[in-house]
């Protein structure tokens, strides 16, 4: 199989689909492999390491996209790129499809074949191929709050750790999965007054066992997030529906309850956010303000620890990459149900439920795709 890998062009993303490492990976099961010229710079992989790897390098994105049977990328193909991609071809990379009609539109159109690495599943319903990015998120949400709550950039001035004699900040978790729970290890290091709310019982119990006292869990209804936000200084949105648009979970009202200054982090703005006020940033204008709460709505906040970040995400996503370039995307997803999880747009046709709920559009079931 060709396989086709373009540098990104969202803003600030320096990640890159694939390391000179599985280009190499690649090429020794027998494919071909083109890479855009600096696809890899943002990670200190120069066109040259990709040579020795094997893999070829091209002058622009679009001979990527002519010639490549699959395209291997990081973050959703951008206007420009979805309408280069032609009928039956892979695209194998993030899509997050719930909150952006026009990208769904666009793929539709292409008739691509279209895996998205969010929806792909693992035992126990776990989302091995977001995971890694969900820690890096997770983590980074912690730095970034910390950073807005600055006063130079808006934030209460407010020292999370706190010092001796002086109160830590509050941090307001919502959601303890792998983002809540990577956002709730790098707090609790600071020292900050860490609170954690779910609605799984069981999360909260395992929450519970592995910080004991050294953060706090609570149940997540109504009330008692409500009264979270208003004590927090910072609070992380950490929620998520696989494959559809987060829920609303922080009104515009309850920012009058919170404290000026305080920092909203929302990490699940790939999704749509799960703040009423949330709308996507950039690294190059992280943080707007509403009702005097600093919002940080970065929509690719790994892309700016690219070098991790890249091959956190390859170690999950060559396994899978090897496998629909060895069989072929039916037989792969045919063998492999967990990655069938993954397709979401074929032939014209979506193929995830959750999507085409969140968007009003008809439903394939996968199985049709696999006929």
């Known amino acids: 199989m060709l396989i086709?890998?373009?540098?990104?062009?969202?803003?600030h993303e320096y990640r890159v689909g694939l390391t000179p490492e599985s280009a190499h990976e690649l090429v020794s099961h027998g494919h071909e492999v083109l890479i855009e010229t600096g696809a890899g710079n943002g990670i200190g992989a120069t066109d040259d390491l990709y040579e020795k790897a094997g893999a070829q390098i091209v002058k622009i994105a679009k001979e990527i996209f002519e010639r490549a049977d699959m395209i291997v990328k990081v973050k959703e193909p951008q206007a420009v790129e979805r309408a280069m991609l032609r009928e039956g071809q892979i695209l194998y990379t993030y899509l997050h499809l719930a909150p952006d009609p026009e990208q769904t539109k666009d793929l539709i159109k292409s008739k691509?074949?279209?895996?998205?690495?969010?929806?792909?599943?693992?035992?126990?319903?776990?989302?091995p191929l977001l995971k890694p990015m969900s820690q890096v998120a997770g983590r980074m949400s912690i730095q970034a709050g910390a950073t807005a709550l600055e006063k130079a950039n808006g934030g209460r001035g407010v020292l999370l750790g706190g010092v001796p004699g002086v109160l830590p900040g509050k941090v307001a978790i919502i959601g303890g999965g792998v983002v809540g729970f990577n956002a709730a290890?790098?707090?609790?290091?600071?020292?900050?007054?860490?609170?954690?709310?779910?609605?799984?019982?069981?999360?909260l119990e395992k929450l519970g066992m592995h910080f004991e006292e050294r953060a706090k869990t609570r149940f997540s209804n109504k009330a008692n997030l409500a009264e979270c936000v208003a004590e927090a200084d910072l609070v992380i949105g950490a929620v998520?529906?696989?494959g559809a648009a987060a829920p609303k979970l922080v009104t515009r009202d309850m920012l009058k309850t919170m404290k000026p200054g305080a920092v909203l982090v929302d990490v699940a703005i790939d999704q749509g956010g799960c703040f009423e006020?949330?709308?996507a940033t950039t690294h190059a204008d992280p943080t707007y303000i509403v009702d005097g709460i600093v919002h940080y709505?970065?929509?690719?906040?790994?892309?700016?620890?690219?070098?991790?970040?890249?091959?956190?995400?390859?170690?999950?996503?060559?396994?899978?990459?090897l496998k629909i370039a060895d069989l072929g995307w039916k037989e792969a997803l045919r063998q492999d149900p967990h990655l069938a999880e993954g397709l979401n747009v074929w032939d014209g046709h979506v193929t995830f439920k959750a999507v085409a709920e969140d968007l009003g559009l008809p439903y394939t079931p996968v199985e049709e795709a696999l006929k």
């Not at 086709?4 to 803003?11: L, R, S, V």
């Not at 600071?190 to 609605?199: E, K, P, Q, S, W």
């Open 4 to 11: 086709g890998c373009p540098k990104e062009i969202k803003n």
């Open 112 to 127: 691509a074949v279209c895996i998205a690495y969010e929806t792909v599943t693992g035992p126990g319903g776990q989302l």
């Open 240 to 242: 998520l529906i696989p």
């Open 297 to 321: 709505c970065v929509a690719n906040m790994p892309g700016a620890v690219a070098r991790t970040s890249t091959y956190a995400l390859n170690n999950v996503t060559l396994p899978h990459a």
């Open 185 to 203: 290890q790098m707090a609790t290091g600071l020292g900050a007054d860490v609170t954690i709310l779910d609605r799984s019982p069981e999360v």
């Open 277 to 279: 006020t949330s709308h």
